[in-house]
């Protein structure tokens, strides 16, 4: 099958996106099939084999956002492809989008980001609503012209169907075990990071990702104040010295100020950020508005117990009391005394953390991607019935 993808976001910016795109490509090559990316510039030439088309793009919030130029038509015409892949569509998945009806070409959404709470979380209040309303509308202009749009997890597919969003299904995301995996906590650099990081045998707690005001990042500041831990965030973003302020000023307001200042790592990647989650005891996540939520299922592979709200993609992904905790956001201090209840019980984190890798093993990029090559199959046979 030959299948354009088209993309939101690429290398070599790092996201949620980005990672998707790749692994899918990967897998693709690996089972045989010809792909062509078409992504916001500057990007690299080529990736996994396949030919990568950058477009121009201009910075929104530190992201590179493509412009969708004739060139996109030009390319795609081009390549002729069986099936449109329009991965997180705003702009230029929203163009690749109308093309495919245009040239009567299959086409499959992949919704990705929540942009409707995000504006609505950034808006304030009447324009926030005035905002995400219009978002709403726009989505669902933009995904009446894909054969099938595809979301993440159940509750994000729920709310998909209940703002009028045609032809959708469910499609999760894979791990990569290969790289994420709980052997990494004998590696001597694990070791030696975490000396360095937990000097005093503290409990490390650790976030990954990006650091923007939709992870909701200040709720870490309920568990920067639990004794005996330490917090480690990975990542980068516009809101790295704010957080790293709120936190700071948590842990110095402690009687006796017996933890360590929280640790930032910076943006990881690799070998490093397997390092870095092998290092961790306990993994938090904040955001109450995922679609999915990846880290989680990376963390889960390093036999992690994950603490996360219990609001959209973590509801598919942490079984309460089984492989992780799910605390109520609207509750304040509920994610304190999940943290709390791990931090005391070493034995209980070794349980859940032995579930959750359990949990996570069968999830493989291949084998998601090969379910992502039937919905392919789903959607051409829908488009030529629509042709019909």
Known sequence: MRVAMVTESFLPTLNGVTTSVCRVAQSLRALGHEALIIAPGPAPATFEGFRVHGLPSINVRQFPTGVPTPALRRTLEEFEPDVIHAASPFVLGARALQLADHTNTAAVAIYQTDMPSYLAQHGPGRLGAGAANAAWRWIRRMHAHADLTLAPSRPTLAELRSHGVPRTDLWARGVDTSLFSPRWRTDPGTLELRRALAPSGEVLLGYVGRLAPEKELWRLTEVAQIPGTRLVIVGDGPNRAQIG???????????????????????????????????????VHTGTRETFGQTLQEAAAFGLPVVAPARGGPLDLVDHGQTGLLFDPDLPGSLHDHVDALVGDPEWRSILGASAEEAVRGRSWDSLTEQLVGHYEAARTARSRRAA
């Not at 307001?253 to 690799?270: A, C, K």
């Open 245 to 283: 302020a709120q936190l700071t000023e948590a842990v110095a307001s402690m009687p006796g100020r017996p933890n360590r200042s929280p640790v930032f790592l910076g943006r990881q990647s690799g070998d490093d950020l397997a390092r870095a989650y092998a290092a961790f005891d306990v993994f």
